[in-house]
C-alpha cells in the first residue's frame, strides 16, 4: 500500500506527494499499457505499404457493411447480456445480503466461479451440455423430438456472456448492500416504508454505484470479448474481426488495429458513461458499521422460494463446472448424453507437472492483484477525493486497457521491452515479471472498478472529521478510508486474481518456458489434441478448485472483518 | 510473495546462462504430439534438454518477427508450409543440410524440404474428410467418399471447416481444390459445399473438435487429426478424396540461433529412424518422411510412399498457391465465411427444388435451378484477376494497388449477397413451379 500513504502534514507538501503519486501511476500506466498497446496500434493511422499517417482506413470501416453489422451486433449482445446478468445476479445479491440464509458465503464464493472458467475447456463443456447435440439437446431430441438452439448465433453469445460475466454484477452490488448501514433501512421502516418500495427508493438507490460499476464491467467485458463468439462461431462482433485480422499469418492489415482503436474508444465512453450517471448524485452515507443492512429472518414459504430461486441460479450459472468436472472424468464423450465410461487416468496424467503450474499461476496472478489493488487505489483516491488536473484521464487510461486485446498487449510488449537487456543480456521482456504487468494491466480495470464503488460509498464528511480532530492526509487515509474501503479492495484483489489466473491471451506472446507457465497455458497445450481433452479438463477442475479456495476464504475475510468493525461499534 | 517472485526471477536468470544445452523450440503442437519426441530426444542426446514453447502458428510467427533483434529461439516446428515461406522470406530461417539419408525428394508431388534448404519436411500430411459415426448414423447420413459427395443435400447444415485465412493446412486443402478442380470449377464446387457448412471455425482444431464431441457430423480436416482421434478411441472415421494433395509438415531452424549445434541436433534426430518412429504414438499418428520406418506403422496409417492412392494425388504448384494466398482467403472469407446464413439459405432452396425436380420433366424449373448454381458459383474474381498486381498488391501493401483491402472486400461480399439473394428467389420460383 505504498504509494496510498503520502507524506507529511503541512498543506504545501501534502499536495506535492498527491502529484508525486499522480504522476508514478501515470507513469506506470504509459510505461506499461500506453506505450506497448501504442506501438501496435498506431498501425490504424497507417497506409498499407507505405506507412505514411492517414485516416482513411476508419472510413472504409464506416464504410464496410460487415464492420458495421459486427458494430451493431456488438452492441446488441453487450446490452442483452447487462440485462440477463442482472436478472441472473440481483436475486443471488439480495437474497444473500438482505436475508438470514445458510451457505449465504458458499453462495457468493460458487456465484463468483463463472467467472474463473479457464479458456477454451469452459467453451468445449457448454458446448457438450448445451450444444446442438449436447446433453440437454439429446434428451430433449430423444424423449420431445425438439432442440433448443441455446448456443445458436447471437442469442447464444448472450447466454454464454450472461452466464460469464454476472459475477461483475454480484460481487460489486453485495459489496454495495453490505455497506448499507442498517439505520438508514430502519429510518425509512419508522417513516413507514416497507417491502419493495423500501428497497426501490432506499436499497436500490444506495446500491447504485455498485450495480453501475458491475454493469459498466459486464457491457464493456462482453463488448471486447473475443473467446466466446470465436467459439461459438459467431464472427460478425467487433472483437473477433479484431482479432481474426490482427492474427493472420504475415499479413500487415491495418483494419484489424482500426477495430482495436474503436473497441478502446467505446469502453472509455461505457466507463464515462456509467460514471456520468453517478454525477451529482452522492451515495455515500456517514454511518457506518453494524455489518450492512439488517437481515431479516425468512418464513417458510419465503425460504423455499428463495432456495428455488438460488439452486436453480447456481445451477444454469455453474453449468459449464459441471460440465468440465464431467470430461475430467470421461474416458469418451461424443454424440451421447453422458460420457461412455469414467477413469482417473487424466488426473493422474497432470498431476506429476500441475503443482509448477499451481505455483506460477499463485504467484502472478496474487502480485497481478496486488499491484492492481494499489494502483486502482491510488487512482480512486485522486479522482474522488483531489482536484488534480487530469485525474479523470488516469482512470480513463486504465479502463481502456480492458479493451486492448491480449494478443495486442503481448505483441506490444515484446516490441518494446525485447531490446531492452539486462546486463547479461536477457531481453527484459522474458523475465516473468513481464507477464505478471501484462496481467496486472489486463485486469486493473476490474480492481479499478471495485475499489472505486467502495470509496464513493464513503462519505467524505468522515475524513474530514478526522482532520479536524487533527489527523493528517496519511493517517486519516490509513485509519479511516482504508478500514472502510476493506471489502472493496478485497473485492478488487479477489477479481483480478481469479481472472489474472485464467488468463491466457497476453502470457501465451510472453511465456518464455514450461517452468514458467500458469495453468491456463498448461491447459492450452493439452487442449490442441483428442487425446487432450481429458487431462486439460482435469487441469481446469484444479485451476477452478485452487482459485474457488481462495475466493472463499477471501469471502471469509470480508465478513469477519465486517463483522468486527460493527463489534467495535 | 515477494520472496518467491525473486527465487523465480532469480531461477530464470540462472536457467539462461547455466544450461547452455538447452534446445528451444517453437511449436504449434500439441503437448501430446511434442511430450514423447521430447523424451526420446533427450533420451538419445543425453545433456541436451528440450524447451518446447507452445505458440499457435500466427503467434509463433509474430514472436519471431518481434524477438529477432535478440533471439533466444532455435527452432519452429509446425505444420503449414506458408508460415515457412513467411518466414523464410523475412530472413527469419537459417539454412543447414540435415545429415540423415534416405529422405525421398519429394511426397506426393509435394518437394520435401524447402529447395534452398531453410526447412525440412518432417512428417506427410493428406488432406481429407473425418466424420462421427454415432452422428452420421443417428441423422441416417452415409459417409462420404469425394469432395463431391459433401455437397448432396443430405449434408445440408452438417459439415464443417476451418476459415483458410485462419488455418494453413485449411489453406492448402482450399488451393489443392482450385488447382485439381481450376478456379471456376473449384470455386463452384467450394460454395455447394459450402452451403451445407454448419459452421467455419478459427482454428484448425476447432474442426476435429467438433467432429469428435459429436456437435457436427463432417469434417474437412488434415489427416492426423482423424488418425489420432481414432486411436484415441473416438467414434470418428477418416478418408482421403481422390482430389486431394499430401504435403509435408516442416521444422527449421530459427535465424542466429542461441545453440545452433543442439538445433541441428534435433532436427538430424527428427528425421532419424528413431525419431521418426515416435510420430506412429497413438497421440501423434504423423505419417513419417523416412519410408525406412513403415514396415513397423501401426495397422489403418497409409504409406503415402507405396499406396496407389496417393500416386494419383495431383500434383501442386507452389508458386501459385503462394502468389494468390491472400486473394483467396480472402474471397472464401468474403464469399463463404461471412455470408454463411445467406449462403446456407441460397443452397438450401436450391437443394429443396432439385428435390422436388426428381421424376418431374420441367424445363423451366430445371433452368431456374441451373441459374440458381450459376449465381452462386459466379466470382467477382477471374483466375488472371486473382494474380494480377493491381489486386495482389492490395493485399501484400504492394505500389500497384488499385484499391484498398477493406474496399475489395466491400465490393467482393457485396457481390456474393446480391448473388446468394437472387439464387434463393430463383430457386424458390423453380420450387414453386413443381409443387
Known sequence: MADISLPQAKAGRRVSGLVLLMLGIAAFLAIFLLIPAGTVIYVAFTEKGTGAFTLVNFVDFFSNDLFKRSFANSLYVSAMSVVWASIFALPLAVITTRFEFRGSVLIQTLGFLPLIMPPFVGAVAMQLLFGRNGTVNLLLEQNFGIRLPFMEGLNGVIFVQSLHYFPFILINVSNSLRQIDSSMEEAAQNLGSSGFRLFRKIVFPLAMPGYLAGAALVFVKVFDDLATPLLLNVKDMLAPQAYLRVTSIGLTDPMGYVIASILIAVSIFAMWGSVAIMKGRDYSTVQRGGGGLARRKLNRGEAVLAYGVVGLVLLLVLSPHIGLLLLSFATIWSFSPMPDGYTLAHYGRVIGESSIYIRNTLVYASTAGLIDVVIGGGIAYLVLRTKLFGRQWLDWAASAALAVPGVVLGIGYLRTFYDVTLPDGTPLATLPIMVILALAIRRLPYALRAVFAAMQQISVSLEEAAENLGANKSRTVRRIVLPLMLGGLLAGFVTSFATAAVELSATLMLIQSTSEAPIAYGLYMFMQSPAGRGPGAALGVIAVILVAVCTFVSHIVIERSQKSLGMKK | ?435
Open chain 2, 1 to 435: 510473495m515477494k520472496k518467491s517472485l525473486l527465487a523465480l526471477t532469480v531461477a530464470t536468470l540462472l536457467s539462461t546462462t547455466a544450461m547452455a544445452q538447452q534446445v528451444t523450440v517453437v511449436t504449434s503442437f500439441s503437448k501430446d504430439v511434442t511430450d514423447p519426441i521430447k523424451a526420446a530426444f533427450e533420451a538419445s542426446n543425453p545433456g541436451m534438454t528440450l524447451e518446447v514453447q507452445n505458440k499457435s502458428t500466427s503467434s509463433g510467427v509474430v514472436y519471431l518477427e518481434e524477438t529477432r533483434s535478440n533471439n533466444q529461439t532455435d527452432l519452429f516446428w509446425a505444420s503449414a508450409p506458408d508460415a515457412f515461406v513467411t518466414l523464410k522470406d523475412q530472413g527469419l530461417l537459417y539454412p543447414f543440410r540435415p545429415n540423415v539419408e534416405g529422405i525421398p525428394e519429394t511426397v506426393g508431388s509435394y518437394h520435401v524440404n524447402d529447395q534452398d534448404g531453410y526447412f525440412f519436411g518432417f512428417a506427410a500430411s493428406g488432406y481429407g474428410m473425418m466424420w462421427n459415426t454415432r452422428y452420421l448414423d443417428a441423422n441416417g447420413i452415409e459417409a462420404p467418399a469425394e469432395w463431391d459427395d459433401l455437397t448432396e443435400a443430405q449434408y445440408h447444415d452438417h459439415v464443417v471447416i476451418a476459415a483458410p485465412s485462419r488455418s494453413g493446412t485449411t489453406h492448402l486443402t482450399v488451393e489443392t481444390i482450385l488447382q485439381g478442380e481450376g478456379w471456376d470449377g473449384g470455386w463452384k464446387l467450394l460454395k455447394l459445399i459450402g452451403g451445407n457448412f454448419q459452421q467455419v471455425t478459427d482454428r484448425s482444431f476447432g474442426v476435429p473438435d467438433a467432429v469428435n464431441s459429436g456437435q457436427a457430423g463432417v469434417g474437412i480436416v488434415i489427416d492426423f487429426f482423424g488418425f489420432s482421434a481414432r486411436a484415441s478411441g473416438f467414434p470418428v472415421d477418416f478418408a482421403y478424396p481422390s482430389v486431394t494433395t499430401v504435403v509435408p509438415a516442416n521444422i527449421g531452424v530459427v535465424t542466429n540461433p542461441p545453440n545452433l549445434a543442439g538445433a541441428e541436433a534435433f532436427v538430424n534426430f527428427l528425421l532419424s529412424e528413431e525419431g521418426q518412429l515416435v510420430l506412429f504414438d497413438p497421440a501423434i499418428q504423423r505419417l513419417p518422411i523416412n519410408p525406412a520406418v513403415y514396415d513397423r506403422a501401426p495397422e489403418g496409417l497409409p504409406n503415402p510412399f507405396e499406396d496407389a492412392q496417393f500416386a494419383s494425388m495431383m500434383t501442386f504448384d507452389g508458386n501459385l498457391s503462394s502468389q494468390r494466398s491472400a486473394v483467396v482467403d480472402a474471397l472464401f472469407d468474403q464469399t463463404i465465411t461471412f455470408q454463411l446464413e445467406n449462403l446456407r439459405a441460397a443452397i438450401g432452396a436450391i437443394q429443396a427444388a432439385e428435390a422436388a425436380a426428381i421424376g418431374m420433366d420441367n424445363a423451366e424449373a430445371q433452368a431456374l435451378i441451373d441459374e440458381a448454381i450459376g449465381l452462386v458459383a459466379a466470382l467477382p474474381v477471374d483466375a488472371t484477376a486473382a494474380i494480377s498486381p493491381d489486386i495482389v498488391d492490395a493485399f501484400e501493401g504492394g505500389e500497384q494497388a488499385s484499391a484498398r483491402q477493406s474496399q475489395l472486400e466491400q465490393e467482393w461480399a457485396t457481390f456474393a449477397q446480391t448473388n446468394y439473394a437472387q439464387a434463393k428467389e430463383k430457386a424458390e420460383a423453380a420450387l414453386a413451379l413443381l409443387s
